[in-house]
T-cell receptor
Framework: GAVVSQHPSWVICKSGTSVKIECRSLDFQATTMFWYRQFPKQSLMLMATSNEGSKATYEQGVEKDKFLINHASLTLSTLTVTSAHPEDSSFYIC????????????FGPGTRLTVL | GDSVTQMEGPVTLSEEAFLTINCTYTATGYPSLFWYVQYPGEGLQLLLKATKADDKGSNKGFEATYRKETTSFHLEKGSVQVSDSAVYFCAHTSGGNQFYFGTGTSLTVIP
């Protein structure tokens, strides 16, 4: 149980285009999902917290207009990187916290974004 | 503020060696403590957790004990295998949204 999927697993795009990444909780409902960014050989940096049916909460320094987050249902959150640039190339990981369980987060497999 | 400090890697061990990865934390309140493992090219997988002082989390031969007096949650395994090669992250949360991760420790086990 507690499986989180991400799609796509990797994507290559041209500079200036937008990319959408999906995060799904497959066998549980997640009222809260989280988006992280991981640079090579570094730890995860929380970008934003996504609550179903409400606006995402962004961490300091994260541009909300560049990283659009939508959490339209209890099993799906999307991250759209708008007007992507090479510096946005990174590994993006989502996690989900099951309703009623406040501590454990279950992580998706990650999405490798490369912007040319 | 809240944070996690874990030993820097990389760590290289021979198969069947004993593993210890140190982790200490600073936190407000009474956090839950976690170890996550990340295999190459993959996301994080929950390895084990402990939610209160003196609890021992264990899974796949790995163990870690929640030590409140030393604010530590060291990861141990008695006999590592090549398949244990991965990056290990210590983390804590106090039940809110914020998870605090260590910087990760890369482990390579050689045959």
């Amino acid at each position: 149980g507690a499986v989180v999927s991400q799609h796509p697993s990797w994507v290559i795009c041209k500079s200036g285009t937008s990319v959408k990444i999906e995060c799904r909780s497959l066998d549980f409902q997640a009222t809260t999902m989280f988006w992280y960014r991981q640079f090579p050989k570094q730890s995860l940096m929380l970008m934003a917290t996504s609550n179903e049916g409400s606006k995402a909460t962004y961490e300091q320094g994260v541009e909300k207009d560049k990283f659009l987050i939508n959490h339209a249902s209890l099993t799906l959150s999307t991250l759209t990187v708008t007007s992507a640039h090479p510096e946005d190339s990174s590994f993006y990981i989502c996690s989900a916290r099951a309703s009623g369980f406040t501590d454990t987060q279950y992580f998706g497999p990650g999405t490798r974004l490369t912007v040319l | 503020g809240d944070s996690v400090t874990q030993m820097e890697g990389p760590v290289t061990l021979s198969e069947e060696a004993f593993l210890t990865i140190n982790c200490t934390y600073t936190a407000t309140g009474y956090p839950s403590l976690f170890w996550y493992v990340q295999y190459p090219g993959e996301g994080l997988q929950l390895l084990l957790k402990a939610t209160k002082a003196d609890d021992k989390g264990s899974n796949k031969g790995f163990e870690a004990t929640y030590r409140k007096e030393t604010t530590s949650f060291h990861l141990e395994k008695g006999s590592v295998q090549v398949s244990d090669s991965a990056v290990y992250f210590c983390a804590h949360t106090s039940g809110g949204n914020q998870f605090y991760f260590g910087t990760g420790t890369s482990l390579t086990v050689i045959p």
